[in-house]
């Protein structure tokens, strides 16, 4: 099996080069390559190490809580002493103050190395950025400084028994009590509820405040912990840890409350406002894992295929290495251009999220990057396991392993057909179309500056795929067919600027080549995605 290998080179130039995130005011970006290369070797010599054991052994419930696998306390222990869980704390409540886009590659990284450690780590910068935004400066003080120095982890805790992605139906209620709230019901599928790597943990609640009949308008936010100031338990049971398909490492947890005291966050009925702030975090987080999977399975396949040989083909003394039989070859490139491709697009829109000037692209491309990645990660794994043939089929190359992590990636922070509703529907027509009209002056941007005359054709198609849209009858019948014509001309767009800015990556000719083959590749999906539109015309 080939030990994980954090791709620093290809994070850096895709952060510094084609996201242009240099243009940010507070960027040094020696210092970012030192934090990244860093990160990466804690990564390798530390996290990858736990990650196939703890997928074997899995978390276990004693007593009511959860354990952990062996080892992953003391990575935890490491990874909070050198300060990475308040990396993009900002400095005032003891975190380094580092942006969004930092963040974005030591997040990918850590995925990598081991998605099931990274998934209860992870919703720590969504919680911290809830409280900056709608927390009372009390509660900035108390949780954000023990967010930052590891002693507190986060949960989000939305999805309750019969109540998935429709929030309106959430039955958890709170109470207000003598100055405090109660609250009491049932949530699931809460990645982290319960862990024994930090001191407590910290859960953003979702409960009702008004009637049923309110559905969201009658939904608050609160922040509580598993433990009271005095020590004693609060209000929350573990129910049951799921058995799942993958991610055996991170305890997806059935929790109850009972009276579980709690304070408001924000204001009453505002809740899922409120909740979006760490939804969106947490959408282009998972975009991200889906890119880590992608480049892994490459990484594993590409050293695999470079070394068995089999068969004879021209030019090739003897047996030639199945790396450069054209049909191996292929799939190779497919899934470096997936990963490439896909960081590159989860980049550009960290840099226009870290600017504040690009709302409405970034509400747009969250979808999209969170749909496209996480399909990519998934075929990225596919693929590799293709290419090893039996051996991908194998546990010893651990391609399974990446495509069962990878699988959940495509459900859970809004299953990816919602994401495609959302983009066909809402996004359209949100403030007269400026989500939309933001990411064709992208596409404009790009092409032009990039002299893509084959990106400005893909402009005009995704122009006409638009306007069918909005005269649809019912444009969610076509949903699907718009999300992957926008991801490719997206992900064109991701490799024009990528060729263009090829000489700064360490292999410029090797981004060149992916790059002619990525953007034909895109072309070939547009225009089929674009074809299936006016099959349906919307009806």
Same mark, same amino acid.
């Given at each position: 099996?080939?030990?994980?290998?954090?791709?620093?080179?290809?994070?850096?130039?895709?952060?510094?080069?084609?996201?242009?995130?240099?243009?940010?005011?507070?960027?040094?970006?020696?210092?970012?390559?030192?934090?990244?290369?860093?990160?990466?070797?804690? /990564?390798?010599?530390?996290?990858?190490?736990?990650?196939?054991?703890?997928?074997?052994?899995?978390?276990?419930?004693?007593?009511?809580?959860?354990?952990?696998?062996?080892?992953?306390?003391? !990575?935890?222990?490491?990874?909070?002493?050198?300060?990475?869980?308040?990396?993009? !704390?900002?400095?005032?409540?003891?975190?380094?103050?580092?942006?969004?886009?930092?963040?974005?590659?030591?997040?990918?990284?850590?995925?990598?190395?081991?998605?099931?450690?990274?998934?209860?780590?992870?919703?720590?910068?969504?919680?911290?950025?809830?409280?900056?935004?709608?927390?009372?400066?009390?509660?900035?003080?108390?949780?954000?400084?023990?967010?930052?120095?590891?002693?507190?982890?986060?949960?989000?805790?939305?999805?309750?028994? &019969?109540?998935?992605?429709?929030?309106?139906?959430?039955?958890?209620?709170? !109470?207000?009590?003598? &100055?405090?709230?109660?609250?009491?019901?049932?949530?699931?599928?809460?990645?982290?509820?319960?862990?024994?790597?930090?001191?407590?943990?910290?859960?953003?609640?979702?409960?009702?405040?008004?009637?049923?009949?309110?559905?969201?308008? &009658?939904?608050?936010?609160?922040?509580?912990?598993?433990?009271?100031?005095?020590?004693?338990?609060?209000?929350?049971?573990?129910?049951?840890?799921?058995?799942?398909?993958?991610?055996?490492?991170?305890?997806?947890?059935?929790?109850?409350?009972?009276?579980?005291?709690?304070?408001?966050?924000?204001?009453?009925?505002? &809740?899922?406002?409120?909740?979006?702030?760490?939804?969106?975090?947490?959408?282009?987080?998972?975009?991200?894992?889906?890119?880590?999977?992608?480049?892994?399975?490459?990484?594993?396949?590409?050293?695999?295929?470079?070394?068995?040989?089999?068969?004879?083909?021209?030019?090739?003394?003897?047996?030639?290495?199945?790396?450069?039989?054209?049909?191996?070859?292929?799939?190779?490139?497919?899934?470096?251009?997936?990963?490439?491709?896909?960081?590159?697009?989860?980049?550009? /829109?960290?840099? /226009?999220?870290?600017?504040?000037?690009?709302?409405?692209?970034?509400?747009?491309?969250?979808?999209?990057?969170?749909?496209?990645?996480?399909?990519?990660?998934?075929?990225?794994?596919?693929?590799?396991?293709?290419?090893?043939?039996?051996?991908?089929?194998?546990?010893?190359?651990?391609?399974?392993?990446?495509?069962?992590?990878?699988?959940?990636?495509?459900?859970?922070?809004?299953?990816?057909?919602?994401?495609?509703?959302?983009?066909?529907?809402?996004?359209?027509?949100?403030?007269?179309?400026?989500?939309?009209?933001?990411?064709?002056?992208?596409?404009?941007?790009?092409?032009?500056?990039?002299?893509?005359?084959?990106?400005?054709?893909?402009?005009?198609?995704?122009?006409?795929?638009?306007?069918?849209?909005?005269?649809?009858?019912?444009? /969610?019948?076509?949903?699907?067919?718009?999300? !992957?014509?926008?991801?490719?001309?997206?992900?064109?767009?991701?490799?024009?600027?990528?060729?263009?800015?090829?000489?700064?990556?360490?292999?410029?000719?090797?981004?060149?080549?992916?790059?002619?083959?990525?953007?034909?590749?895109?072309?070939?999906?547009?225009?089929?995605?674009?074809?299936?539109?006016?099959?349906?015309?919307?009806?």
């Amino acid at each position: 099996m080939k030990p994980f290998k954090a791709p620093v080179e290809d994070i850096l130039f895709s952060l510094e080069h084609v996201a242009n995130a240099a243009r940010l005011p507070e960027w040094d970006g020696e210092l970012v390559s030192q934090i990244v290369q860093h990160f990466a070797e804690f /990564a390798e010599g530390e996290i990858a190490p736990v990650d196939e054991p703890g997928d074997i052994e899995g978390c276990r419930l004693e007593d009511g809580r959860v354990k952990m696998p062996n080892g992953f306390a003391e !990575v935890f222990r490491s990874y909070a002493e050198q300060g990475w869980t308040g990396l993009s !704390v900002p400095e005032a409540y003891g975190g380094q103050g580092m942006g969004g886009p930092v963040l974005a590659a030591t997040s990918e990284i850590f995925t990598g190395a081991c998605h099931s450690l990274q998934m209860v780590t992870g919703l720590v910068p969504g919680m911290v950025r809830t409280l900056l935004d709608f927390g009372t400066e009390a509660q900035r003080e108390v949780y954000i400084a023990l967010l930052a120095e590891g002693k507190l982890l986060a949960t989000m805790c939305l999805t309750e028994p &019969g109540s998935g992605s429709d929030l309106s139906t959430v039955r958890t209620r709170a !109470v207000a009590d003598d &100055g405090k709230w109660l609250i009491t019901g049932e949530k699931i599928f809460i990645s982290g509820g319960d862990q024994d790597m930090s001191e407590d943990v910290a859960h953003l609640v979702l409960a009702r405040t008004g009637t049923l009949e309110e559905g969201i308008r &009658g939904l608050s936010l609160f922040i509580c912990r598993s433990t009271r100031p005095d020590g004693s338990r609060n209000g929350i049971s573990i129910t049951r840890i799921e058995e799942k398909m993958g991610l055996h490492a991170s305890p997806t947890c059935q929790i109850a409350f009972d009276n579980m005291e709690a304070e408001l966050v924000g204001k009453p009925g505002e &809740g899922l406002k409120c909740m979006f702030t760490m939804m969106n975090h947490a959408r282009i987080d998972v975009a991200l894992q889906g890119v880590a999977h992608a480049a892994r399975a490459h990484d594993v396949a590409a050293a695999y295929a470079d070394e068995r040989k089999q068969g004879r083909i021209p030019g090739v003394e003897g047996s030639a290495p199945i790396a450069h039989h054209p049909h191996v070859r292929n799939m190779l490139d497919e899934q470096a251009i997936l990963a490439i491709g896909g960081r590159a697009m989860c980049h550009y /829109a960290q840099v /226009a999220l870290e600017t504040s000037e690009h709302g409405a692209l970034v509400d747009f491309l969250t979808p999209v990057c969170k749909s496209f990645c996480t399909e990519a990660g998934m075929r990225s794994a596919d693929l590799g396991i293709q290419i090893l043939g039996g051996y991908g089929y194998l546990r010893e190359y651990r391609l399974e392993q990446i495509y069962r992590d990878a699988r959940i990636t495509a459900i859970y922070e809004g299953t990816n057909g919602i994401h495609a509703l959302t983009l066909a529907t809402r996004l359209l027509r949100l403030d007269n179309g400026a989500p939309a009209d933001a990411f064709l002056e992208m596409l404009r941007e790009i092409s032009l500056a990039t002299a893509d005359d084959g990106l400005s054709g893909i402009r005009e198609i995704w122009q006409g795929a638009r306007n069918q849209m909005a005269q649809a009858g019912n444009p /969610a019948e076509a949903a699907d067919d718009f999300m !992957v014509l926008t991801a490719h001309a997206c992900l064109h767009a991701m490799w024009s600027l990528i060729e263009a800015k090829a000489d700064h990556h360490p292999d410029p000719e090797r981004m060149r080549r992916l790059a002619r083959k990525a953007k034909a590749f895109a072309v070939r999906k547009c225009r089929f995605a674009a074809s299936a539109l006016e099959m349906s015309d919307g009806e």
